[in-house]
């Protein structure tokens, strides 16, 4: 199905372990990104990246690591995973740069480390 | 950086008008942008603002002032599917913020019957 899409969609996993949050957009976009969503702090940006091969870090990228090896995926890993990481995750694509900044969301990843 | 205020909550009745304020101090960016979530869901987009002035689009409207760093959603016509939370966002335009994404912390509307 066309879109942006995100999985597993709920996660449950243990102190220590890696997790990985898979993330794919059918529309080439050139920008994905992802953020976090804990209450009190609306959508924090953890990793974006512009194009294949170019990521950059957010606001809070401290034990998250991205990869873009193809334009459409965007999969997101917690190397060791803490309960600090609980939370709703969300991944974003856009266009490439101009007037129109529209971004189109996954419906979400809820992680719970326990 | 880019910094995001708004309120946190907004309460309204039925058929109401509601202004959601936000404030903002950035670098430098494209426009401001406004999405809507409801519980549970993925924000979705509303509006963007490129440049001064009033954007209209049915029953929401939006607004900028670069000069005051200040832009708001207006809600008219209330209904209670318009419950839900609302962030306001900037795309930067240049050097290390170019291209992010940055969102408010969001405003839980409320609307009562």
């Known amino acids: 199905d066309a879109g942006i899409t995100q999985s597993p969609r709920y996660k449950i996993t243990e102190t220590g372990r890696q997790v990985t949050l898979m993330c794919h957009q059918t529309?080439?976009?050139?920008?994905m990104f992802w953020y976090r969503q804990d209450l009190g702090h609306g959508l924090r940006l953890i990793y974006y990246?512009?194009?294949?091969?170019?990521?950059d870090k957010g606001e809070v990228p401290d034990g998250y690591v991205v990869s873009r090896s193809k334009t459409e995926n965007f999969p997101l890993t917690l190397e060791s995973a803490t309960r600090s990481q609980t939370s709703v995750y969300f991944c974003?694509?856009?266009?490439?740069?101009?007037?129109?900044?529209?971004?189109?969301f996954g419906q979400g990843t809820r992680l719970t480390v326990v | 950086g880019q910094s995001l205020e708004q309120p946190s909550e907004v309460t309204a009745v039925e058929g109401a008008i509601v202004q959601i304020n936000c404030t903002y101090q950035?670098?430098?960016?494209?426009?401001l942008s406004w999405y809507q979530q409801h519980d549970g869901g993925a924000p979705t987009f509303l509006s963007y603002?490129?440049?001064?002035g009033l954007e209209e689009t049915g029953r929401f409207s939006s607004f900028l002032s670069r000069s005051d760093s200040y832009g708001y959603l207006l809600l008219q016509e209330l209904q209670m599917k318009d419950s839900a939370s609302y962030f306001c966002?900037?795309?930067?335009?240049?050097?290390?913020?170019?291209?992010?994404?940055?969102f408010g912390r969001g405003t839980q509307l409320t609307v009562w019957p």
């Open positions: 603002n490129a440049l001064d």
């Open positions: 974003a694509s856009s266009e490439r740069l101009g007037m129109n900044t529209e971004a189109f």
């Open positions: 990246s512009a194009a294949a091969d170019i990521t």
């Open positions: 966002a900037v795309r930067g335009d240049r050097g290390s913020t170019l291209g992010r994404l940055y």
């Open positions: 529309w080439s976009h050139s920008y």
């Open positions: 950035t670098s430098g960016f494209y426009g």
